[in-house]
């Protein structure tokens, strides 16, 4: 029952802020009600067991991405496109064409069959802790992929310096 | 003990309405928020899979995703900031130099 409540208050709080964050006319408010939205996120991992997931989603969403976010948005100076209308004129266009994506994708999670239950199962994440258990994923099975995913970092790091510094004579 | 599939709707709403901010709205920081949004929307569902399952994948790619959401707000930034220097905007319907 108690569970039930806290998921009731999450997803709701988890819709009502993505819904206020893309609807705001001033980029600045949209990105504040993300911040809140990601931190409804990371407790919602909580409840799925991911403390570790949790954590990284409050660091990186939170404290990295959407501070770079913020800091993009006092650097530029928006007066003038913040009293624009800020949806395009066809948008009832797009509500359908989400709303069909959503129908589709809502009625297709009714008919989910889980396949087989794999290894890591809650007493055996318990036997060593959780971050434990996802290092050893990370580090073996997935040892490749996570050299892929620093290089990939590494290319958006050049690539953010060489596209935003000046040009030198 | 909360079905599996209430987390996969969760997702799939958020997805939805990170969908919908991304073809409504014009203005291109906003854009990048209504990407991060979906982004989220996919991690629910990943996250929730990974905990039914019993399989440490889902979270797994959970970080990857997030780590490439990082390098692409990195990357989507650095380009609005170079759009507000040449052009003075950051609304997509003005920067439309290539429409012959």
Known sequence: ?169 | MIPLNWYMWLGGIVFCIGVFGFVTRRNIIIMLLSVEIMFNGVNISLVALSHYLEDLAGQVLVFFIIAVAAAEAAIGLALVILLFRNKETITVDDLNELKG
């Open chain 1, 1 to 169: 029952m108690i569970n039930k409540i806290f998921f009731f208050y999450f997803s709701a709080v988890i819709v009502a802020m993505s819904l206020m964050a893309i609807t705001r006319r001033n980029v600045m408010h949209g990105v504040l009600y993300m911040l809140l939205l990601f931190f409804h996120i990371a407790g919602l991992y909580l409840f799925l067991n991911a403390e570790f997931i949790s954590a990284v989603q409050v660091i990186v969403y939170a404290g990295a991405i959407m501070v770079l976010f913020l800091f993009v948005i006092m650097l530029l100076n928006l007066r003038e496109d913040i009293l624009k209308k800020q949806f395009i004129g066809t948008w009832p266009m797009g509500l359908v064409a989400s709303a069909g994506i959503l129908m589709v994708l809502l009625l297709s999670m009714l008919t989910v069959k889980t396949g087989e239950k794999g290894f890591w199962g809650i007493a055996q994440i318990e036997s060593v802790t959780q971050t434990v258990a996802i290092g050893t994923t990370l580090y073996t099975q997935y040892l490749f992929p996570f050299e892929v995913a620093s290089l990939v970092l590494l290319v958006a790091i050049i690539g953010a310096i060489v596209l935003a510094k000046k040009r030198l004579k």
